[in-house]
Every structure is written in structure tokens, then in C-alpha cells.
């Protein structure tokens, strides 16, 4: 089955930019999707097909994707986005869906 | 307003079954694929089950394959999870989400706040 793979935290300073990756065998190929999850909370979609933001997410949060690595980029990090944030791709092979194991960011 | 409300959760035996709800309410529920996504305490998501638009056609993960069905009631607004045959791996936080359905690979737009299913033995 496909196995998605992510760093278990990454931290950063408030204002600067924080870079959760995505790692996947030729994850450029596929699409990848970016969920928020705060404490205590549902996720919340931030980024779609790769790089598509739902209406409501603010422009800080980027994505993109290539080769064997995606990434979510937040610029300007603020204290309100600390949350663990998981990828997910749809494997064609098996026609299900697969979750990375979650990046916990904190903002120091 | 657009909302995803899980029920049914609780505690059951090991063995036991269990069947936990979702009622979708401020979108036309039946032209959407529905999902399953579970998560244990600390840990992270895992994708459990997809039933399609109309529920003629559903597919789990291989961990709940044969013991958890998913259907849904259009009429209702209503998608249900029936659990068979529980153990102490299936303990977690139960989600539905929503899906366009629109491609295959659609993103979960919509989610529910969660119910929780604890498996005791």
C-alpha cells in the first residue's frame, strides 16, 4: 500500500515561514490534499490539489508538488496556526485513501 | 449553514457491535460520496470507508473490511457506520467527511465533529 511520510514536528519562530513536507514514492504524480487539525478539533481542509486554497484560507498557506516530496508552505507564522497538519493522496492501486502520519507544528 | 453532526458513539465490549451516525444538514446531501476517517487518541487519521452518492457502491479499509458497513439514507440526510466484531484496535474519534465526488481523488471539504467509540475488553 502507499505510504506517505511526514516529519513529526517542525517548529518555528512567530512571522517567519515554516515548511511541512510530504514525502511519497512519485507523489508529483498524484494529488495532494493538506488538513489542519487544532487540539480538540475536526480537521479542516487548507490546501487542495496540491496548491488550491478553500475559500477562508488565508493566502499565507501555499502549497506545491513534485517528484517525491509535497509541501505545505505557511508565510508569516502566526501563533494561531500551531495544529498538526496531515497530507493525503487517493492510491489509484488500491482505491483508497491515505493519510501522512501528521506534522505537529509549534510556534515558539 | 453547512454542518456534519456525528452520533452514536459510546462504549461497547469487545466483540460487540456498535453503529455510529452522521446527519448532513445546509447542502444537497445526495450528490455527494461520503467518507469514514477515524482517529485514536493522540494519533492520527485513518481513512476507514467511502460509500458514494446514492450508496449503491462502498469500500473499507482492509482493517474493517468484513466487520463495518457504511450506508446512507438520502431521504434522511443520514449516513450511518454499523461495527461488527470490535476489539481494542478499533477505539478512537469517528468522522464523516464530505466529498464532491466529482474526481476520484477529490479532497474532504466538509467534516463532522467527531464521535468517539471506546472498545473495552
Same mark, same amino acid.
Given at each position: 500500500?502507499?505510504?506517505?511520510?511526514?516529519?513529526? *514536528?517542525?517548529?518555528?519562530?512567530?512571522?517567519?515561514?515554516?515548511?511541512?513536507?510530504?514525502?511519497?514514492?512519485?507523489?508529483?504524480?498524484?494529488?495532494?490534499?493538506?488538513?489542519?487539525?487544532?487540539?480538540?478539533?475536526?480537521?479542516?481542509?487548507v490546501?487542495?490539489?496540491?496548491?488550491?486554497r478553500p *475559500?477562508g484560507i488565508p493566502?499565507?498557506f501555499?502549497?506545491?508538488?513534485?517528484?517525491?516530496?509535497?509541501?505545505?508552505?505557511?508565510?508569516?507564522?502566526?501563533?494561531?496556526?500551531?495544529?498538526?497538519?496531515?497530507?493525503?493522496?487517493?492510491?489509484?492501486?488500491?482505491?483508497?485513501?491515505?493519510?501522512?502520519?501528521?506534522?505537529?507544528?509549534?510556534?515558539? | 449553514?453547512?454542518?456534519?453532526?456525528?452520533?452514536?458513539?459510546?462504549?461497547?465490549? *469487545?466483540?460487540?457491535?456498535?453503529?455510529?451516525?452522521?446527519?448532513?444538514?445546509?447542502?444537497?446531501?445526495?450528490?455527494?460520496?461520503?467518507?469514514?476517517?477515524?482517529?485514536?487518541?493522540?494519533?492520527?487519521?485513518?481513512?476507514?470507508?467511502?460509500?458514494?452518492?446514492?450508496?449503491?457502491?462502498?469500500?473499507?479499509?482492509?482493517?474493517?473490511?468484513?466487520?463495518?458497513?457504511?450506508?446512507?439514507?438520502?431521504?434522511?440526510?443520514?449516513?450511518?457506520?454499523?461495527?461488527?466484531?470490535?476489539?481494542?484496535?478499533?477505539?478512537?474519534?469517528?468522522?464523516?467527511?464530505?466529498?464532491?465526488?466529482?474526481?476520484?481523488?477529490?479532497?474532504?471539504?466538509?467534516?463532522?465533529?467527531?464521535?468517539?467509540?471506546?472498545?473495552?475488553?
Open positions: 500500500s502507499y505510504v506517505l511520510t511526514q516529519a513529526p *514536528s517542525v517548529s518555528v519562530a512567530p512571522g517567519k515561514t515554516a515548511s511541512i513536507t510530504c514525502g511519497g514514492y512519485s507523489i508529483g504524480r498524484k494529488s495532494v490534499h493538506w488538513y489542519q487539525q487544532k487540539p480538540g478539533q475536526a480537521p479542516v481542509l490546501i487542495y490539489y496540491d496548491y488550491n *475559500s493566502e499565507r501555499s502549497g506545491s508538488n513534485s517528484g517525491n516530496t509535497a509541501t505545505l508552505t505557511i508565510s508569516r507564522v502566526e501563533a494561531g496556526d500551531e495544529a498538526d497538519y496531515y497530507c493525503q493522496v487517493w492510491d489509484t492501486t488500491s482505491d483508497h485513501w491515505v493519510f501522512g502520519g501528521g506534522t505537529k507544528l509549534t510556534v515558539l | 449553514e453547512l454542518q456534519l453532526v456525528e452520533s452514536g458513539g459510546g462504549l461497547v465490549q *469487545s466483540g460487540g457491535s456498535l453503529r455510529v451516525s452522521c446527519e448532513a444538514s445546509g447542502f444537497n446531501f445526495n450528490i455527494y460520496w461520503m467518507h469514514w476517517v477515524r482517529q485514536t487518541p493522540g494519533k492520527g487519521l485513518v481513512w476507514v470507508s467511502r460509500i458514494n452518492f446514492d450508496g449503491s457502491s462502498a469500500i473499507y479499509a482492509d482493517s474493517v473490511k468484513g466487520r463495518f458497513t457504511t450506508s446512507r439514507d438520502n431521504a434522511k440526510n443520514m449516513l450511518y457506520l454499523q461495527m461488527n466484531s470490535l476489539s481494542g484496535d478499533d477505539t478512537a474519534v469517528y468522522y464523516c467527511a464530505r466529498d464532491p465526488g466529482v474526481a476520484s481523488d477529490d479532497a474532504f471539504d466538509l467534516w463532522g465533529q467527531g464521535t468517539m467509540v471506546t472498545v473495552s475488553s
